[in-house]
């Protein structure tokens, strides 16, 4: 059974830099898509960007375009998440997840596996 725990989030500057780690244990990441969500308090969950087991990168959101960057290290069995020029509005508790479709994860927010997630603030 595939599971995935995220690291990497605290409180960071607006300005400031994040690289959220989704490490995989249980299965091989390699044979999934993995995308990154968020869920700021009182909205939505949002997906970000996500990357396929090709190594192909869908990117969701136009907020986080330019600043956010997605990256898998199979060997590592782990997917990254850099985040540079941070805001306020990035607030938000970060997710991985698991699935055999980008779009499906980005547009619906559904996954097969998901991390618990970890809190991210952006804060002066």
């Known amino acids: 059974q595939l599971q995935l725990v995220e690291s990497g989030g605290g409180l960071v500057q607006p300005g400031g830099s994040l690289r959220l780690s989704c490490a995989a244990s249980?299965?091989?990441?390699?044979?999934?898509?993995v995308a990154w969500l968020r869920q700021a308090p009182g909205k939505e969950r949002e997906g970000l960007s996500c990357?396929?087991?090709?190594?192909?990168?869908?990117t969701f959101t136009d907020s986080v375009k330019g600043r956010f960057t997605i990256s898998r290290d199979n060997a590592k069995n782990t997917v990254w998440l850099q985040m540079n020029s941070l805001e306020a509005e990035d607030t938000a508790v970060y997710y991985c997840a698991a699935d055999h479709d980008c779009l499906r994860m980005l547009s619906s927010g559904r996954a097969d596996h998901w991390g618990q997630g970890t809190q991210v603030t952006i804060s002066s």
């Open positions: 990357v396929q087991v090709g190594g192909g990168i869908a």
């Open positions: 249980g299965s091989s990441l390699e044979n999934y898509d």
